[in-house]
């Protein structure tokens, strides 16, 4: 029988990112220990000391790494005992492995969520700032991906400003349910010494400890928080992607990617894929089978820590970089985009998109506006059969379809159906105005919700 591998059980090549959230951790329990007299202030300095070194060594690459001591809390501490002998051996008094990880895991996602809070801001402040500088582009709004009403290009891109903000609040959850200080817990039913858990909650910025010791080593709930946030921000930005992808092409012609963010043709030379918003929503499939993977893994798991929540994190890390690069092409990407207005606009004009505003106008002259619907259904199909836009169309032609027409039916137009459209949230002019007014106040406000 072949034997089995001894790297199975490694996780030293991906858990190794843990390295300053296991130090950190280490260094407030040490302090802690000490404070509460369960080891010497001298052996404590001995400790912090000989952490600070690791970490240097870290960070300098010159640490020497053991895959045979399988992770990065047995690669620390057996270090420690190579720099400072006997006192190493007390800083995992009153500690398991099974709550240090729970805790190095839980600081890391903080970590990361502030830098997707961060990438998600520079996200919405670039479409924002594109908004703010096409209020009065008009282009086709589509559903079915077929033209349906005249559109702001600002009230278009304000749509992605709504989602991107859910995603913040989202994220913004995820923090806050990541912000629990588990150590303390010990392999999983607490420890028998005079610990001080609010101490090294404060000493690591957590706002609160954990309340039960066996959910505590074996809680994952906010990675699936992380991944579900990520997956439907992901999925925001691959609806972005695509609509990119869209407008890009000579078929739409709307807007054009910079050369820094397509890629040539290996043997057309007259084409510039937009490869980067291709590969955000070909990734997109990636982070969504990461949260799958960490869903199916949790679903079988009996109380409470089983060697299985170690695959947690590679696809917790993958996910987190994946995100974090894609928000950042986009802060790049989305500055650069050259909007081909006048483009929009005949898009707009030359088409059937008034069709519900003339229906509208009918209804302003008594009819009901399901009479009013057929008539002008009937008034779209000839025109298109006689290969003409309804603006194209003389009185006459109109009045065919009902009486009811007059001159002022020319007075229906893209501007007038976007200016029409006031309501709250509407894609007026004067409504986008203030949907970006609100959108900046919400920029300045939002950070406030983070603890």
Known sequence: MRKVSSKYTVSIHYDRRLYEQDIKGSIAHARMLSKQNIITNNDMDIIVQGLETIQGEIENQTFPWLDSLEDIHM???????????????????????????ALDIRMYTKDATKDILLGIDEVRSAVMEIAERNIETILPGYTHLQRAQPVSLAHHLMAYFQMFSR??????????????????????????????????????????????????????????????ATSICMMHLSRLSEELIIWSSDEFGFVRISEEYTTSSSIMPQKHNPDFAELARGKTSR?????????????????????????????????????????????????????????????????????????????????????????????????????????????????????????????????????????????????????????????????????
Do not use: C
Not at 79 to 84: K, T, W
Not at 185 to 213: H, K, W
């Open 287 to 451: 982070v969504f089978g990461n949260l799958i993977s960490l869903l199916t893994m949790l679903k079988g798991l009996p109380m409470t820590y089983n060697r299985d929540l170690q695959e947690d994190k590679e696809g917790f890390f993958d996910s987190y970089d994946t995100l974090s690069e894609t928000l950042e092409v986009f802060s790049g990407m989305l500055p650069n985009l050259v909007i081909d207005s006048e483009r929009m606009l005949s898009a707009a004009r030359n088409s059937y998109l008034l069709a519900t505003d003339v229906a509208d106008y009918l209804v302003a002259k008594g009819l009901p506006f399901r009479e009013a619907y057929i008539n002008v259904s009937e008034l779209t199909n000839y025109a298109i059969d006689n290969n003409k836009f309804l603006h194209e169309l003389k009185l006459e032609e109109f009045k065919r379809f009902s009486t009811h027409f007059e001159d002022d039916v020319f007075e229906v137009t893209v501007e007038s159906s976007v200016a029409a459209r006031n309501t709250k949230g509407g894609t007026a002019f004067e409504q986008v105005r203030q949907s970006i007014s609100e959108a900046k106040n919400k920029l300045l406000n939002d950070w406030k919700q983070i603890p």
């Open 75 to 101: 690669n620390i501490e057996k270090r420690l005992f190579d720099l400072i002998g006997e006192s190493a051996g007390r800083l995992h008094t009153a500690r398991s492995r099974n709550d240090q990880v």
């Open 167 to 228: 995603d913040f609040q989202r994220f913004t959850q995820v923090y806050r349910n990541a912000d629990v200080m588990p150590l303390g817990s010990g392999a999983l039913a607490g420890l028998p010494y005079d610990l001080d858990r609010e101490f090294v909650a404060e000493q690591l910025g957590f706002t609160s400890i954990s309340l039960n010791s066996m959910d505590a080593v074996s809680d994952r709930d906010f990675l699936l928080d992380f991944q579900s």
